[in-house]
T-cell receptor, first 110, second 116 residues
Framework: QQQVKQSPQSLIVQKGGIPIINCAYENTAFDYFPWYQQFPGKGPALLIAIRPDVSEKKEGRFTISFNKSAKQFSLHIMDSQPGDSATYFCAALQGGKLIFGQGTELSVKP | DAGVIQSPRHEVTEMGQEVTLRCKPISGHNSLFWYRQTMMRGLELLIYFNNNVPIDDSGMPEDRFSAKMPNASFSTLKIQPSEPRDSAVYFC??????????????FGDGTRLSIL
């Protein structure tokens, strides 16, 4: 059972573009929604996170938009750079457990 | 400060052999997590510990898998006997407090396991 659905599976943008990655969830008990970034051969690393009582959070070029009523949240990367090319995972936390989306492989072309 | 340390980084072994993966969490962290990553199933939580005690092992695929945390600075994940379908990247993560959003999980760089 996939509790967090992520799309698209892959994404290609030009440098300076704004890739958007979307996630949806069903379980209203989730109380924290982080995004992780993973480079090849490395473990996932926390990028940015949001609580469900906040509609938007910005950290540098990364923004999370959160729609509690629709049970959806998304990651926007402003002024994307080739160094942002990685796999991005959304996740949802309930108690001690993180449930991850399937991941989005982002490629930013120079 | 050192991050989560996993060993070995790569393991190739034949079906039926015992495999032991090791993890050293970040010093002072009270919670430790084992994940498995595959193309088909993504990142799955296998088991997690709080203060060295297993809390939830519902993600452990079957009895061939076992995990221990004998002290606050070391954990193992063991597969016996191993099967080709166990081939995956296994990650260990630690956090200061389980379930507290203020204390995120920090991941190691994983062990890439191949069972022939």
């Amino acid at each position: 059972q996939q509790q967090v659905k992520q799309s698209p599976q892959s994404l290609i943008v030009q440098k300076g573009g704004i890739p958007i990655i979307n996630c949806a969830y069903e379980n209203t008990a989730f109380d924290y929604f982080p995004w992780y970034q993973q480079f090849p051969g490395k473990g996932p690393a926390l990028l940015i996170a949001i609580r469900p009582d906040v509609s938007e959070k910005k950290e540098g070029r990364f923004t999370i938009s959160f729609n509690k009523s629709a049970k959806q949240f998304s990651l926007h990367i402003m002024d994307s750079q080739p160094g942002d090319s990685a796999t991005y995972f959304c996740a949802a936390l309930q108690g001690g457990k993180l449930i991850f989306g399937q991941g989005t492989e982002l490629s930013v072309k120079p | 400060d050192a991050g989560v340390i996993q060993s070995p980084r790569h393991e190739v072994t034949e079906m039926g052999q015992e495999v032991t993966l090791r993890c050293k969490p970040i010093s002072g962290h009270n919670s430790l997590f084992w994940y498995r990553q595959t193309m088909m199933r993504g990142l799955e939580l296998l088991i997690y510990f709080n203060n060295n005690v297993p809390i939830d092992d519902s993600g452990m695929p079957e009895d061939r898998f076992s995990a221990k945390m004998p002290n606050a600075s070391f954990s193992t994940l063991k597969i016996q006997p191993s099967e080709p379908r166990d081939s995956a990247v296994y990650f260990c993560a630690s956090s200061l407090k389980t379930g507290d959003p203020g204390w995120p999980q920090h991941f190691g760089d994983g062990t890439r396991l191949s069972i022939l």
